[in-house]
């Protein structure tokens, strides 16, 4: 029988070694195939190693924990979320279609969440994670948060206000942000990570370390002749590239 092979992805250091270091202990045949600092590169790891358990942090810079955990999914792996976050948080857990861990972890917390994910390893095949990922995005998003209506962004000497929803895509460019409409593009210094989080997960999605599109925008995906995908807009005869970590999105396109 193969061994269970487990993703990690906690942005802090101790955090993450601390974690490492018990699982050895609770789970010593558990193989752990990555150990990731940040939610891209665990995307990518997903995508590589299409683990069978994934530990991970809920917040992280960039891309979060749930938006790994859809992918992870997808890929049949059961996932246990660790958080430093309060109750609200946890309440989504409690139907206990996925397990979490409170941060710092506990050895003996630890303990039962591998018993519980070796029971649904043997019995049971990876849950749904859909409707509770939304659940947690609507409890995790800041209470009085606003979405971004409006861009304020430079063309040439001037500045134009550019609605939320002429937008095409954002695409960084060294120390700025293109932000491309129809009719043209402008220039702003929000950074990506910045303007992802005041954008509607349903509307924008990101599909490369450094583009960010809106879906109503997407007209494909294609392969090109050395196995990269670009992506092709409509209303627009530019094209972008889309990472191996980000291709889950369109699955069913």
């Known amino acids: 029988m193969s061994a269970v092979t487990?993703?990690?992805?906690e942005d802090e250091a101790p955090q993450r070694a601390a974690l490492l270091d018990m699982l050895a202990e609770a789970w010593p045949e558990l193989e752990v195939v990555a150990a990731c600092d940040d939610g891209i590169a665990a995307?990518?790891?997903v995508a590589e190693h299409r683990p069978r358990v994934a530990f991970l942090d809920i917040r992280m810079p960039g891309v979060g924990g749930l938006d790994v955990a859809r992918a992870a999914v997808s890929a049949g792996a059961l996932v246990v979320f660790t958080t430093a976050y309060d109750e609200h948080a946890i309440a989504a857990f409690e139907a206990g279609a996925v397990d979490y861990l409170l941060k710092p972890v506990e050895p003996v917390r630890l303990g039962q969440a591998v018993k519980r994910l070796r029971e649904r390893l043997r019995h049971a095949p990876p849950a749904d994670l859909q409707a509770l990922v939304e659940d947690l995005e609507a409890r995790l998003r800041p209470r009085g948060a606003r979405l971004i209506r409006w861009i304020s962004a430079s063309v040439g000497d001037s500045v134009r206000m550019i609605g939320i929803e002429e937008v095409l895509f954002f695409q960084a460019r060294d120390k700025y942000v293109r932000v491309v409409t129809v009719d043209g593009e402008a220039v702003i210094r929000t950074p990506l990570k910045e303007l992802l989080a005041?954008?509607?997960?349903?509307?924008?999605w990101q599909v490369h370390r450094g583009a960010v599109v809106r879906v109503s925008?997407?007209?494909?995906?294609?392969?090109?002749?050395?196995?990269?995908?670009?992506l092709r807009l409509r209303d627009c005869d530019e094209t972008l590239p889309v990472s191996p970590a980000f291709l889950h999105r369109f699955r069913g396109m």
């Open 6 to 9: 487990a993703l990690i992805a």
């Open 43 to 45: 995307l990518a790891a």
């Open 198 to 204: 005041g954008l509607d997960p349903d509307a924008f």
């Open 217 to 230: 925008a997407i007209d494909r995906v294609r392969r090109n002749e050395l196995g990269k995908y670009r």
